[in-house]
Nanobody, 115 residues
Framework: VQLQAYGGGLVQAGGSLRLSCAAS????????MRWFRQAPGKQRELVAG???????NYVDSVKGRFTISRDNAKDTVYLQTNSLKPEDTAVYYC??????????WGQGTQVTVSS
């Protein structure tokens, strides 16, 4: 399974971006799809996750501003980011957890929020 993330860009504080990540290749099921981010000089952190059944979780700093969703038929996960802040600036990575705990990563998409 390969993951392709896109949708990042440069936006002013308060703006929005919609990130997408599409999985391709044969698989027996994608259990969890997640978005992580890594800012310069910081560790990669989990931003949001969604199960195949639609249960979601978010890091506290994005609750109420970001929404994760997925289209199982298209093997695609989305991250709607609203009310963006400069501290949201990071490379955003998508991740998929397949059967037997196998994990796959996308290449990352840059989100830059200017103040």
């Amino acid at each position: 399974v390969q993951l392709q993330a896109y949708g990042g860009g440069l936006v002013q504080a308060g703006g929005s971006l919609r990130l997408s990540c599409a999985a391709s290749g044969r698989h027996s099921g994608i259990n969890i799809m997640r978005w992580f981010r890594q800012a310069p000089g910081k560790q990669r952190e989990l931003v949001a996750g969604i199960t195949s059944g639609g249960s979601t979780n978010y890091v506290d700093s994005v609750k109420g501003r970001f929404t994760i969703s997925r289209d199982n038929a298209k093997d695609t996960v989305y991250l709607q980011t609203n009310s963006l802040k400069p501290e949201d600036t990071a490379v955003y990575y998508c991740n998929a957890v397949l059967d037997y705990g196998v994990s796959r990563w996308g290449q990352g998409t840059q989100v830059t929020v200017s103040s």
